[in-house]
C-alpha cells in the first residue's frame, strides 16, 4: 500500500498528469454506469467528465500563467459573498429526505407514477427521457439557462482574442499544415462523430441519449477539428457571433416551445395541445425542446473552448 501511495504522488506531481487521472476516473465511472444500466448517465459521464472537461481543463491549464498577478481589489468581499452563498445551499440541504430512505416521495410516490403513467401519457420507450423533457420540462429549461448563462459569464471575463492576419494569409499563398497525420485522421473520424450526434439527438427518445448527450459530442467533433486545424480554421468555419446567436436561440426554441402551447390552450411546456391527440402533442413538444437542448450545450462548449483556447494562443 505504501509503495502504491509513493506512485500516486509521483505520479500526480504535475498538473497534467492529474488531470488525465480524473479523465480516466470519469471514464471508469462511466463504465460503472453501464454495468448499472444507467446508459443514459454513462453517455453523459463519458462524453463530458471523460472528455469534454478533461480537454477544458487541460486549455485552462496552457492558458493559465505560472506566476499569480497580484489582485487588484481586497479579497474580503468575494470571499463573503462564497461564504454566504455555501451556507445558504448547506442550509437548505437540511430539508432534504434522508438519502437511500425508501419512505422519501420519490421512492414511494413519483417513481411510481412515472413507471405506471409515463407509457400511456407520453408514449415513448425511454423513460428518462419522458422524465425529463416532459414530467420536469420546468427543471430541465432551468438546465439549459444556467448553461447558457455560464456561456455569458466565461464570454464577459475571458471573451475570444482575435488573432492578428497571417503575412502568409495575405499573400494569398497555403499556409502549413504542421500536423497532417492527425489532421487526415481527424478528417476521417469527425464525419462519423457528428452523425452518431445526430443519431443520439434524433433517437434519444427511444434509446439512450438526447439533446444533453448530442450536443456534447457534437462539440467534442468541433473541438477536435480546433485541435487539430488551429483557431483560425476553427473559427472560419463557425464564427464566435454565430455561435453565440445559436446558443441564444436553443433557449428561444425550449422556451418558445411552452409559449406556443399556451397559445394554443394548454399550459406552459404542455405538449398536449400542439397535436390533434396528446401523445403526439408530447412526441412533438419533446422532439423541438431536445433539438434546443442540443443546439445550446454544444455551441456552449465550442464557444467556452474557444476562449480558452483563445487565450492561450499568440499571435504569430
Request: glycine share 10%.
Amino acid at each position: 500500500m505504501l509503495c502504491m501511495t509513493a506512485l500516486v504522488v509521483v505520479y500526480v506531481r504535475h498538473l497534467f498528469s492529474v488531470v488525465m487521472l480524473f479523465g480516466i476516473y470519469s471514464l471508469l465511472s462511466a463504465l460503472i454506469f453501464v454495468v448499472l444500466d444507467a446508459a443514459d448517465v454513462a453517455f453523459t459521464e463519458a462524453a463530458v467528465g471523460a472528455g469534454v472537461s478533461t480537454v477544458f481543463m487541460l486549455a485552462t491549464l496552457v492558458s493559465t500563467g505560472r506566476q499569480e498577478k497580484a489582485p487588484a481589489h481586497s479579497p474580503l468581499l468575494p470571499l463573503a459573498v462564497v461564504t454566504v452563498t455555501g451556507a445558504a445551499l448547506i442550509w437548505g440541504t437540511l430539508d432534504m429526505p434522508h438519502f437511500g430512505d425508501p419512505g422519501n416521495p420519490v421512492h414511494v410516490h413519483v417513481a411510481d407514477r412515472y413507471i405506471q403513467e409515463s407509457p400511456d401519457e407520453i408514449g415513448i420507450p425511454n423513460m428518462v427521457t419522458s422524465v425529463l423533457a416532459s414530467y420536469r420540462g420546468y427543471d430541465t429549461m432551468g438546465e439549459v439557462i444556467v448553461i447558457f448563462t455560464a456561456l455569458v459569464g466565461v464570454l464577459s471575463l475571458l471573451g475570444v482574442r482575435e488573432r492578428r492576419e497571417n503575412p502568409v494569409h495575405r499573400t494569398g499563398e497555403r499556409h502549413s499544415r504542421p500536423y497532417p497525420v492527425l489532421q487526415v485522421m481527424a478528417l476521417l473520424l469527425i464525419p462519423f462523430i457528428l452523425v452518431f450526434a445526430l443519431y443520439v439527438q434524433f433517437h434519444g427518445d427511444f434509446g439512450p441519449g438526447g439533446g444533453f448527450q448530442a450536443g456534447v459530442i457534437f462539440a467534442a467533433a468541433i473541438i477536435l477539428y480546433t485541435l487539430t486545424f488551429g483557431l483560425d480554421d476553427a473559427t472560419a468555419l463557425l464564427p464566435v457571433k454565430l455561435i453565440c446567436m445559436l446558443a441564444a436561440a436553443g433557449v428561444l426554441l425550449y422556451g418558445g416551445t411552452g409559449v406556443v402551447s399556451m397559445l394554443l390552450g394548454g399550459n406552459y411546456l404542455d405538449y398536449d395541445v400542439l397535436a390533434h391527440d396528446p401523445v403526439h402533442g408530447q412526441h412533438y413538444g419533446i422532439l423541438v425542446i431536445e433539438l434546443g437542448v442540443g443546439i445550446t450545450v454544444s455551441t456552449v462548449m465550442i464557444a467556452i473552448f474557444l476562449a480558452l483556447v483563445s487565450r492561450a494562443e499568440r499571435p504569430r
